[in-house]
C-alpha cells in the first residue's frame, strides 16, 4: 500500500519484507528514507535505527508503530530516527512526513549552524502533530531571510525558544541573541534599555551603559510581549527600525546597528490598533512574517509525545529514574485544557516527579484541578464492571477521600457509600 502510495507521488520505492532483506539492501545502495516498523521477527526497529545510522548516517529513518507508545516513539527519535507516525496510517501524514525527511535528507547547512541547532535541542523540541510540523516549516522557511519575525501565541507555548530556534538556523547564527522582556521595563527606562545612556546623564546613570540593540549588533533583538511598550517608546523603536540609528540617552553620538527583530506577544495587536494602544505602522514593521504558536490542547498529538519529554528533563535534573505515566493520566492529561500550556506541563510533570515513590505517576501526583470537574469524563460510571475500577482509581487518586473520590466521580457521597457496599469495595482501616 505504501509503495503504491508514494510512487504514485512520484517516488522510488524499495520493499523489503524482513530486517535482514533490509540491511541487505541497504548495504547495496544508499538511501533518503527508510519506513520501518518498530516490532519485527529477528530484528527490532530500535536496532534497525541503530544500524542504519551506523551505516549510512544520512538515511532518515521513519518509524511506523501501532502500539500508541509514545514513549517508544521519543526514543526511537533519541536514537536517530527523523520522526514517527501512528498507525493506522494517514496518506497525507505519510506523505508530509516522507517530505519533510527527505529535505531534511537534502540540507547542506555547514555544521556550525547545525551544532547549534542541536544544543538548542535541550531546551527546545519539536512536536509531532501537523500544527507542530507546519510550524517547523514556517521556522525553517523564514530563518535563512533578513525579514522581521512576529511570534503569535498564548502565555507559556514557547515563543522564545521559537526565536532562539530562527536565531540558531537563521545566517546570525554566530552573533549575539539578546532577549528583551518589554512587559518588564519601566517606561521612564525603555530608552536607556534599548539605546544605552552615557554616565552622569540622569539620576541613577553612575557608568556608561550599552543598549540591547547595541548589544545585539550583528545578531538578532527579540522583543518578548512587544505589546506592552508605551506609545511613545514605540515612536522611538520605529523610528530605530527605518533609520538603523541609535542615539544612547544623554549621547550626541549616533551608532549604526545591524540588527535582526524578532518580536513576540499574546495580545491581539490588530485590537490593540483600534483602541489606538499600538502603532499600525510598527505593527507591519514588525510583522514581515507571522508564526503562530497553537497552545496545546489544540496538538492532542503532543499532548503525551511533550509530557514523556519532560519526564525525560525531570529525571536528569532531579536524579530520578521514573519510567513513565500510569495508564489512568492519559485521558486525564488529554481532557486537560492546559490554560498555562508547555511551561504548565512541564512544572506539573515535575513535581510530579519528585513526588513519584515508584516507576510510574499516578493521579496521586497530579494536581486536584487537572482532573477534577468537567475535565474528567473518563471516570464516568457505565457497568459495574466498569463502576468498580473507576472507584477503586477515583479513591486512590484522592488518597481514600471519599468527598474528593465522589466528586472526581461526579455523583454525591451517599451515592458512593451505596456503591462501596454494593460492590463490597473495603477500604484501608483509616478510612472507613
Known sequence: MLKTLLEKNSYRVTTAFSPVDAKRLIQSMAYDVVLTDLRMPEISGMELIRWVKKQSPKTQIVMMTGYADIGTAIESIKKGAFNYIPKPLSPDEVLNVVK?????????SSKEQISK?????????????????????????????????????????????????????????????VAVDCGAIPKELVAS??????????????????????????????????????????????RVLQERLIKPVGSNREITVDVRIIAATNENLLSAQDKGEFREDLYHRLNEFQINVPPLRARQQ??????????????????????GFDKSLEPVFMNYSWPGNLREMKNVIKRATLLAHGKWITLNEIPAEIYSGSQTSHFALYNEKDENESILKALEATNYNKSQAARLLKIDRKTLYNKLKTYKIQLPERDK
Request: no cysteine; proline share 3%; hydrophobic share 35%.
Open 193 to 238: 534599555e534599548f539605546f544605552g545612556h552615557v554616565k552622569g546623564s540622569f539620576t541613577g546613570a553612575i557608568a556608561d551603559k550599552v543598549g540591547n540593540f547595541e548589544a545585539a549588533n550583528g545578531g538578532t533583538l527579540f522583543l518578548d510581549e512587544v505589546g506592552n511598550l508605551p506609545y511613545n517608546s514605540q515612536i522611538q523603536l520605529l
Open 100 to 108: 519533510e525527511a527527505l529535505d531534511a535528507s537534502s540540507d547542506n
Open 302 to 323: 503532543d499532548i503525551m509525545y511533550f509530557a514523556h519529554y519532560f519526564l525525560e528533563q525531570s529525571n536528569r535534573y532531579l536524579d530520578k529514574s521514573v519510567q
Open 117 to 177: 541547532a542541536e544544543l538548542l535541542q535541550s531546551d527546545y523540541q519539536e512536536g509531532v502533530s501537523s500544527q507542530s510540523r507546519k510550524m517547523s516549516q514556517h521556522i525553517q522557511l523564514v530563518a535563512p531571510t533578513p525579514i522581521s519575525v512576529l511570534i503569535v501565541g498564548e502565555s507559556g507555548t514557547g515563543k522564545e525558544y521559537v526565536a532562539k530556534l530562527i536565531h540558531a538556523k537563521s545566517k546570525r547564527a554566530g552573533k549575539p541573541f
